[in-house]
């Protein structure tokens, strides 16, 4: 049975390094051996280890951190993308744990990330057929966006918290493009209406 946690018993921070860089590798390592097990190797991970926080590092970036009082919960790295986009990452909630309530947390601080460097969307990547947090995504108010094959929150159908207007979370399975300018020109003609 997982441990349940109430919303407000969760507090998320932003991880500080170097005081944060051993339980974020742990973390990291946790989630690389988790979507192991079913096949996928995550994309720069090693990298990500040893460079902390590399990418993650603000004001571009930051790895929040999810608590149940001086419990470590689950994380999630998120990257500004251009000038329309979060893109979220590495989000792992650890076993044994009601996933829900935690990955609202995150979600919640996230989504103020966003908001105050001013960005419209927030983009996630997951792997439906193992992952459970596409399906919580779903539970949790995000439909599915047949024209992009992806999903979206709608502002009206995002529970409080989640993700309200302007932000959009849009998840795909696999990394669209492979350079930057690439995925960033994809980005802004994917979250654009009416982009080709």
């Known amino acids: 049975m997982a441990n349940v946690f109430r919303l407000d018993a969760i507090t998320v921070r932003h991880a500080e390094f170097p005081r944060d860089e051993e339980l ?6 946790e989630y690389d051996h988790w ?3 079913h096949g996928v190797t995550p994309m720069n991970l090693g990298q990500e280890l040893t460079s902390l926080p590399g990418c ?3 004001p571009e970036g930051t790895m929040l951190l999810a608590y149940h009082g001086t419990r470590p919960l689950g994380c ?4 500004v993308l251009g000038e329309l986009c979060c893109d979220i990452r590495r989000l ?3 076993g044994g744990i009601d996933m829900r309530v935690v990955l609202h947390a995150l979600l919640q601080e996230v989504r103020a990330f966003a908001q105050s460097r001013q960005l419209g969307h927030l983009t996630f990547r997951s792997f439906p057929a193992f992952d459970p947090k596409h399906a919580l995504l779903r539970e949790l108010g995000f439909r599915d966006d ?3 094959a992806h999903f979206r929150c709608d502002d009206l159908a995002c529970p409080a918290g989640v993700a309200p207007a302007p932000l959009r979370l849009r998840l795909g ?3 669209a493009v492979g350079s930057r300018t690439a995925l960033n020109n994809w980005l802004r003609r994917a979250l654009t209406p009416g982009a080709g």
Request: aromatic residues 4%; charged residues 30%.
């Open 35 to 37: 979507v192991s097990r």
């Open 146 to 148: 047949h024209a992009l």
């Open 173 to 175: 399975e696999r990394e």
């Open 76 to 79: 999630a790295a998120v990257q």
């Open 56 to 58: 993650y590092a603000r």
């Open 92 to 94: 792992h909630v650890r």
């Open 24 to 29: 974020v590798q742990d973390l990291l390592l």
